[in-house]
């Protein structure tokens, strides 16, 4: 394809970033990235005033003609319509906000919008660790854990646009403990980075370190390669929790591979080796093999993920 410059918008719950990403069949290529903080806390009219000049600021930017405007938002995105259809609370007056259609009034460029988890997902399956794979499924695994099924560059989306949520899946290890989203038994609780600081603190591990610093996963994990039992055991659950939910969407799923992704993912052998270990209980012998590959684009997959769904979108209406 012939190179296609796209603003691309990142928009989070603290922060915005947008910049401007050449798609061609090389690497995408990210310049000139400004980051604003998001002030979510001052409402979806302050949120969308804030995108439509960082909109306009990359477009000033921009040395050569511009195909469109590719976002990522937090928030359950129509990306048919580029309308936020739901947010929570952590970004009061963010749902119901018409992104696409207000982006392209502003700018007069065509914009496509995706939710920021999926963008993440597009982004690493077509130019990140999923790079020439005819499917992947694409976890995160950070404060919270998000996923995505993307096959032949779709996102599999659901009837909800709400599709990839397998860190409110049911896992044994889980059973019991309260999950956010108001059930019980759910992987994200044991398996994400509050949930991994939360069970060394219960095997007895330190409730701070180096003068008084809330313990975390980074320490953890230190901690756990310096010979610390309740450090080992803790990552070990949370991994092997991980894998066995792996496993059974493998099975379900077939992904040519999976990519793993975010900070609870950089974490050692005790979190690798166990996370191995409950995948290869749960999956098939037909998809054992399915590697498990880390993501490349690390913070810049929401960006390229956005900028790629504008380009290749098959399921988008351009609001124009
Ligand atoms: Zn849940």
Redesign the pocket.
Known sequence: MDPQTIVAVDIGGTKIACGLVTLSDDKPVIKSVEKVPTCAMEGGAHVLATVIEQVKAAVERAEGPLAGVGISSAGVVNPRTGDITFANELMPGWGGTALGAEVTAATGLACRVLNDVHAHALGEARWGGGRGAQSCLVVAVGTGIGGAFVERGQIMLGAHDEAG?I??VCCPAAAGVP?????TG?L??IAAGPGIIREYVRLGGDETYDGGKPMDGAEIDRRAAAGDEHAQAAEARAGRALGEVLGSMVNMLDPTCVILSGSVAQCGRWWSDAMEDGFKGQAMPPVAGTPIVDGELGGDAPLIGAAENFVRSGYAEVAE
């Open positions: 949520h860190g409110h999950c956010s989203c108001g059930a759910h994200e609780p």
